[in-house]
């Protein structure tokens, strides 16, 4: 079955404690994304990888790292996660060349909260 | 500033009634528009997309429109059902871009 995994699905932790949440997809697509989902705000870009060892930041980058080493995996990084990184998380991936027509393919999320 | 607006957070309608859910944007540069739906505790599904060389896109229950010089889009739902009920996203991108552009999703409610 094609799907992204995302883990942990929810987590609590404090301020300044690093952690990661991963992300996995089985379809071989080149093209994955981290977004946080805030209300109010909708989706939003947190990065963006084209490929392996090709990432760039999208809309709202600060305090988040990412890393493509392997073409199914693309965690994210908070260092020193704070309060305000609080949020819904959805990992994505599409075929080669980003979203373009093509549809984006969501995990299921991971629900944070920074104490 | 944002580019994709879904201007109604919500929207409630009766079983078997027709769902019109707007949304705008500002870039023209847009190549396509996607509908995502959400369900509580579950990520975004791709439900229809328009490219803008066109004006509508249909698939059973669910058609698109496209008004380019309005830059306006919107997504009908006929006949509505309660398994309708769901968060729906708007979203854009330009084939020169890398980034999917949301707007903020209006929740639709259908009630039976």
């Known amino acids: 079955e094609a799907q992204v995994t995302q883990n942990p699905r929810y987590l609590i932790t404090v301020t300044g404690k690093k952690l990661t949440v991963t992300c996995s997809q089985n379809?071989?697509?080149?093209?994955m994304s981290w977004y946080r989902q805030d209300p109010g705000l909708g989706l939003r870009q947190i990065y963006y990888s084209m490929n392996v060892e090709v990432t760039d930041k999208g809309d709202v980058p600060e305090g988040y790292k990412v890393s493509r080493k392997e073409k199914r995996n693309f965690p994210l990084i908070l260092e020193s996660p704070s309060p305000n990184q609080t949020s819904l998380y959805f990992c994505?991936?599409?075929?080669?060349?980003?979203?373009?027509?093509?549809?984006?393919?969501f995990g299921p999320g991971t629900r944070l909260t920074v104490l | 500033d944002q580019q994709v607006k879904q201007n109604s957070p919500s929207l409630s309608v009766q079983e078997g009634r027709i769902s019109i859910l707007n949304c705008d944007y500002t870039n023209s540069m847009f190549d396509y528009f996607l509908w995502y739906k959400k369900y509580p505790a579950e990520g975004p599904t791709f439900l229809i997309s328009i490219s803008s060389i066109k004006d509508k896109n249909e698939d059973g229950r669910f058609t698109v429109f496209l008004n380019k010089s309005a830059k306006h889009l919107s997504l009908h739902i006929v006949p509505s059902q309660p398994g309708d009920s769901a968060v729906y996203f708007c979203?854009?991108?330009?084939?020169?871009?890398?980034?999917?552009?949301f707007g903020k999703g209006t929740t639709l409610s259908v009630s039976s």
């Open positions: 979203a854009a991108i330009s084939l020169v871009g890398t980034a999917l552009i």
């Open positions: 994505a991936s599409s075929r080669a060349g980003g979203p373009g027509p093509d549809t984006q393919y």
């Open positions: 379809m071989n697509h080149e093209y």
